[in-house]
């Protein structure tokens, strides 16, 4: 069965500090992908990162860097030098083929970040 | 292009009562996807469209909801009658295809039913 865990409910760090947020995921399809989602106070999922199942390169986007580890079935989301506005839940989610060519996702419970000024 | 434009943003409803949930996606995505969030349960997939139409409505909890989509630019899901454990945020969206793009978020719908 296809499940996402985000074992860490809420986390609090001080500004400036790293942060990392677990993800752990099953699955027994060969191919899928992974997302991360950032809902911040306003409500709205804004859309962070795709990583399909066959490239294991760890990816940086500025402050951000994901680490993806097959052997583990992690796919794991670092912020790094945290500040104020990274204050949001985090969802991690998977997708996997289904017939007709149709995707499914299957999102995590997510993880609230607090970062104290 | 706007993005995926939800209305209303809040709704209160009585109990009992017909609540009709709006959607525009974003124009050209082929994909439209109807979630509901909630503490308990997190997102939960309620029904999706392919030009539309709905493809997979497995995740839709009762009889009580029903979605439509009578245009490429236009969705609606309905619950008739509501009842307070339907109170959640109702978050619409869309996707170019499916071959594992990301989906564009509405900002969701929150809804009370007292």
């Known amino acids: 069965a296809q499940k996402v865990t985000q074992a860490q409910t809420e986390i609090s760090v001080v500004e400036k500090e790293d942060v990392t947020l677990d993800c752990v995921y099953e699955?027994?399809?060969?191919?899928?992908?992974l997302f991360w989602y950032k809902q911040p106070p306003s409500g709205e999922l804004v859309f962070l990162i795709r990583r399909n199942s066959f490239d294991e390169q760890n990816e940086i986007s500025g402050r951000y860097s994901w680490n993806f580890q097959k052997s583990t079935s992690s796919f794991n989301f670092t912020i790094t030098a945290s500040q104020v506005v990274d204050s949001a839940v985090y969802f991690c989610?998977?997708?996997?083929?289904?017939?007709?060519?149709?995707?499914?996702?299957?999102f995590g419970t997510g993880t609230k970040l607090q970062v104290i000024p | 292009d706007a993005g995926v434009i939800q209305s209303p943003r809040h709704e209160v409803t009585e109990m009992g009562q017909e609540v009709t949930l709006r959607c525009k996606p974003i124009s050209g995505h082929d994909y439209l996807f109807w979630y509901r969030q909630t503490m308990m349960r997190g997102l939960e997939l309620l029904i999706y469209f392919n030009n539309n139409v709905p493809i997979d409505d497995s995740g839709m909890p009762e009889d009580r909801f029903s979605a439509k989509m009578p245009n490429a630019s236009f969705s609606t899901l309905k619950i008739q009658p509501s009842e307070p454990r339907d109170s959640a945020v109702y978050f619409c969206?869309?996707?170019?295809?499916?071959?594992?793009?990301?989906?564009?978020f509405g900002q969701g719908t929150r809804l009370t039913v007292v």
């Open positions: 989610a998977l997708s996997e083929a289904r017939s007709g060519g149709y995707q499914k996702v299957t």
């Open positions: 699955t027994r399809d060969t191919t899928y992908y």
């Open positions: 969206a869309s996707t170019l295809d499916t071959t594992y793009t990301e989906a564009f």
